[in-house]
């Protein structure tokens, strides 16, 4: 039972390809977010759902798609991979409460490796 | 725009002793702090939070202070245990927006 999952854990592809991170919840959170940490560890917010919404969206290569078919998933989708997406991409989850706080569950991550 | 940056990249302790993570932040406006640990292979996980109107805040071994004069946080964990060796984040929360820090890698030596 586990609270976020992502998948797959690793992912390694050639430059040009196209690929899916798959991500689910069932915390019954109503936010959702995509994370990409680079190999000095930064962590960086890419994007943020909330209730299939679209609210935040960094500054980020319009190769990166992300979709939410419902509150409890939120997948991202990459074309034309480039040598610099190689990172570990998290997925994470929160509840919106009134008082502007907001513990994030993150997921165990997806490595990116492109060759 | 929210910065958050760590004043050390790397923090090696002996096991026992206590360790203190820092933190400083850019955005005076900002009224929510979070600390977080990654272990290595792992997502990061919450540890303690505190809201702007607290100057400090403890938890198991833990304890968070707030300084918003200086706009510095800092993180202490007591008797630290090997266990804790991880790199740890502080974050600052607005609106649904999460914007981490650069990360302390914390070593403990046994």
């Known amino acids: 039972d586990t609270a976020v999952s992502q998948t797959p854990k690793y992912l390694v592809t050639q430059m040009g390809n196209d690929k899916s991170i798959k991500c689910e919840q069932n915390l019954g959170h109503d936010t959702m977010y995509w994370y990409k940490q680079d190999s000095k560890k930064f962590l960086k917010i890419m994007f943020s759902y909330n209730n299939k919404e679209l609210i935040i969206n960094e500054t980020v290569p319009n190769r990166f798609s992300p979709k939410s078919p419902d509150k409890a998933h939120l997948n991202l989708h990459i074309n034309s991979l480039e040598l610099g997406d190689s990172a570990v991409y998290f997925c994470?989850?929160?509840?919106?409460?009134?008082?502007?706080?907001?513990?994030?569950?993150f997921g165990e991550g997806s490595r990116l490796t492109v060759l | 725009g929210e910065s958050v940056g760590l004043h050390l990249p790397t923090l090696s302790v002996q096991e026992g002793d206590n360790s203190i993570i820092n933190c400083a932040y850019s955005?005076?406006?900002?009224?929510?702090f979070i600390w977080y640990k990654q272990e290595s292979g792992k997502g990061p996980q919450f540890i303690i939070d505190i809201r702007s109107n607290m100057d400090k805040r403890q938890g198991q071994r833990v304890t968070v202070l707030l300084n918003k004069t200086v706009k510095h946080l800092s993180l202490q964990i007591a008797a630290t245990q090997p266990g804790d060796s991880a790199v740890y984040f502080c974050a600052v929360y607005n609106n649904n927006d999460m914007r981490f820090g650069a990360g302390t890698r914390l070593t403990v030596k046994p």
């Open positions: 955005n005076s406006a900002s009224d929510y």
């Open positions: 994470a989850s929160s509840r919106r409460t009134s008082g502007n706080t907001g513990e994030l569950f």
